[in-house]
């Protein structure tokens, strides 16, 4: 007589309920997109990647964000909100100083973060925070309206740039085979090599225009800004 197969036991398990999705909101549609923009870079970033990124559909972006420029600008506020804003207390070259620290780290935490906010408008809630210190302390300096608004766009400008361009020279150095260190030393005998007859300044100053102290020339940067203020503030009535 034929014995009957063994019956194999499967212990009872409970169907997995699926959790359901969050709605998607442009708070955290922004938070990705920062987190992506780390990742892949500006250049790289789009509405299609920052969807498939979330895992949804292009069009789901759209209900919250217009467009790419609109991501940009909402980026540009998110950046800014995570820059501390400066003390009001003490004098205005103390908070000018404080200001311009602050941003320009804020700008190097984030991968293109100096571009985003060099190619978007100023609006935001955050972002605008940071303008109005600035303009107020350009106003304490003894500025006139028009003065302290100029001020304010150069002041800008400076820091951030300074930040993009230290942002660019850190990815190169990044690159296979090259280092901050190799990237100036090759500059430095270059201009070394140069003609001194037709270029003896350069010459002269290769050690100096190739000098690896970037705090100390962001700070130079500042305090000639200082001194400039301090300049048109005497000038008026």
């Known amino acids: 007589m034929r014995t009957p197969p063994t019956m194999a036991i499967v212990p009872f398990r409970k169907t997995p309920r699926h959790r359901k999705r969050q709605p998607l909101n442009q708070a955290q549609i922004v938070r990705a997109a920062l987190v992506l923009l780390d990742e892949i870079g500006l250049d790289a970033l789009t509405m299609r990647r920052l969807a498939e990124h979330l895992g949804v559909k292009a069009a789901s972006l759209y209900r919250h964000v217009h467009n790419k420029d609109e991501l940009l600008a909402l980026l540009g506020d998110e950046i800014s909100g995570e820059i501390p804003l400066t003390n009001a207390a003490g004098s205005w070259t103390n908070q000018l100083t404080e200001i311009a620290w602050n941003v320009r780290r804020g700008l190097l935490t984030h991968r293109d973060a100096a571009r985003v906010l060099a190619n978007t408008p100023p609006?935001?809630?955050?972002?605008?925070?940071?303008?109005?210190?600035?303009?107020?302390?350009?106003?304490a300096a003894g500025l006139s309206d028009r003065d302290a608004a100029r001020a304010a766009y150069h002041l800008n400008n400076f820091v951030t740039e300074f930040a993009a361009d230290e942002a660019r020279f850190a990815a190169y150095a990044a690159t296979p085979g090259a280092s901050r260190r190799k990237i100036l030393a090759e500059a430095r005998r270059q201009f070394k090599s140069l003609p001194p007859q037709e270029y003896p300044t350069i010459v002269?100053?290769?050690?100096?225009?190739?000098?690896?102290?970037?705090?100390?020339?962001?700070?130079?940067?500042?305090?000639?800004?200082?001194?400039?203020?301090?300049?048109?503030?005497?000038?008026?009535?």
Do not use: N, W, Y
């Not at 972002?127 to 350009?138: D, G, M, N, Q, Y």
């Open 204 to 237: 002269s100053l290769a050690d100096a225009l190739t000098e690896d102290a970037q705090d100390a020339l962001f700070q130079f940067g500042i305090d000639m800004c200082v001194l400039g203020i301090r300049a048109l503030a005497k000038r008026e009535p």
């Open 123 to 139: 609006v935001g809630p955050r972002r605008l925070k940071h303008i109005e210190a600035v303009l107020r302390t350009l106003r």
